[in-house]
Structures are given as C-alpha cells and as structure tokens.
Nanobody, 121 residues
Framework: QVQLVESGGGSVQAGGSLRLSCAAS????????MGWYRQAPGKQRELVAR???????NYADSVKGRFTIFRDNAKNTAYLQMNSLKPEDTAVYSC???????????????WGQGTQVTVSS
C-alpha cells in the first residue's frame, strides 16, 4: 500500500514564495514520473509541472519561469518551489506519482490528498 502526503501549503502575499513537498511511503520498487496538479474553485484540474525519472521537466505556460519542480529519489519525494506567486495561483495543489510496486510490473497512478495554497493581493 502506497500513500502520498503533501505539505508546505499556506497563505502568502502576492510576490511571495512557498515550497510544496510530496512524500511517498509504503512498498515501492520504482517511481517513474512525479507531477503537481492544481484545481481552483469552479475550475478544472490542470497540470502544473511534471518531472520524469530521467530529470526531464515540463511546466504549464502560466508558471514557467516562476515554479521549479525537482525530486529526491532517496526520499521518494517531489518538491515544487513556487516564486513570484500571483492571486491566480490560488488553488488546491495535489501530487501524482507513477509508481511500480512488486510483484506488479505496471505503473499505477497514486494521488495525494492535496494542500491549499492561497495568494492574497
């Protein structure tokens, strides 16, 4: 059984910074990609950033140059560094890992519960 737990959310003024963490626990053979998604009230969930096992990254256009995703494989943890935050960044942020758990060979999507980020003007 694998679980993801996010932390680091909170309230911040526009222009401020936050760092989100997502740690996986349980029986894990390998983790392929790690990603961060967000969903604002009345909006659909959108991909914010994703990083592969090889270190390749992709970002939503709205966060390029402001957000950075990185991973610590020894800790089974993904991070999202958010700088120059804007009110429109306000949302619930959730992490999503593609995880391989023995004896199953296929990768499965695992989601965290989400953490609230609120940016005031």
């Amino acid at each position: 059984q694998v679980q993801l737990v996010e932390s680091g959310g909170g309230s911040v003024q526009a222009g401020g910074s936050l760092r989100l963490s997502c740690a996986a626990s349980g029986s894990i053979f390998s983790i392929n990609s790690m990603g961060w998604y967000r969903q604002a009230p009345g909006k659909q969930r959108e991909l914010v950033a994703r990083i592969t096992s090889g270190g390749s990254t992709n970002y939503a256009d709205s966060v390029k140059g402001r957000f950075t995703i990185f991973r610590d494989n020894a800790k089974n943890t993904a991070y999202l560094q958010m700088n120059s935050l804007k009110p429109e960044d306000t949302a619930v942020y959730s992490c999503n890992f593609q995880i391989q758990t023995p004896p199953i060979l296929l990768f499965s999507d695992v989601w965290g519960q989400g953490t609230q980020v609120t940016v005031s003007s």
